[in-house]
Antibody
Framework: QVQLQESGPGLVKPSETLSLTCTVSGGSISSYSWSWIRQPPGKGLEWIGYIYYSGSTNYNPSLKSRVTISIDTSKNQFSLRLSSVTAADTAVYYC??????????????????WGKGTTVTVSS | SSELTQDPAVSVALGQTVRITCQGDSLRSYYASWYQQKPGQAPVLVIYAKNNRPSGIPDRFSGSSSGNTASLTITGAQAEDEADYYCNSRDSSGNHPNVFGTGTKVTVL
């Protein structure tokens, strides 16, 4: 059974770069897409971006200038870097596996495996 | 538009049926996926594609789509169904590749 685990610093200073890693266990990362999602305290879910095993990426336009997602298939890991952080970036950060396809006349995309999440606080 | 709109909150009596809707232009091309989130926990996928449930999700959860609206129905709601529910969709036509709905808090009375 595939499991995801986020790791990284729980505290980041303003203007610095937030770096998180998601380790995939129980299966290969060399397939599917891999996403980062965050949730500020008391608020809803926000999609940050995803990466395919090929290295192709797609980002939330509101974060695109500050986000980089990378993948290391040899380690079965993918990573998030978010630069120039502010207090507004304080959130629980989740990683998730994405799957996609087509059924009848519509396409589908869903995230079927999620990590437990890691809390990142931006504060001096 | 790249937004997905949900009602902020709904309530349902124990054992009754509740439907949660999600509206957005992207839903004309993509099926929504639905996620249940309980306090302090990661989201859990409950419905994907046309009307598919992952293993372990009770069959009281079902999904449907029509035009720009996706719906999640809980038939015979149980106390453990009280949670926040989010829809999600890709958007290949707009500038926003992927978006979550605003979320619906379901209270079971």
């Amino acid at each position: 059974q595939v499991q995801l685990q986020e790791s990284g610093p729980g505290l980041v200073k303003p203007s610095e770069t937030l770096s998180l890693t998601c380790t995939v266990s129980g299966g290969s990362i060399s397939s599917y897409s891999w996403s980062w999602i965050r949730q500020p305290p008391g608020k809803g879910l926000e999609w940050i971006g995803y990466i395919y095993y090929s290295g192709s990426t797609n980002y939330n336009p509101s974060l695109k200038s500050r986000v980089t997602i990378s993948i290391d298939t040899s380690k079965n890991q993918f990573s998030l870097r978010l630069s120039s952080v502010t207090a507004a970036d304080t959130a629980v950060y989740y990683c998730a596996r994405g799957r996609e396809g087509q059924q009848l006349v519509r396409y589908y995309y869903y995230m079927d495996v999620w990590g437990k999440g890691t809390t990142v606080t931006v504060s001096s | 538009s790249s937004e997905l709109t949900q009602d902020p909150a709904v309530s349902v009596a124990l054992g009754q049926t509740v439907r949660i809707t999600c509206q957005g232009d992207s839903l004309r091309s993509y099926y929504a996926s639905w996620y249940q989130q309980k306090p302090g926990q990661a989201p859990v996928l409950v419905i994907y594609a046309k009307n598919n449930r992952p293993s372990g999700i009770p069959d009281r959860f079902s999904g449907s789509s029509s035009g720009n609206t996706a719906s999640l129905t809980i038939t015979g709601a149980q106390a453990e169904d009280e949670a926040d529910y989010y829809c999600n969709s890709r958007d290949s036509s707009g500038n926003h590749p992927n978006v979550f709905g605003t979320g619906t808090k379901v209270t079971v009375l």
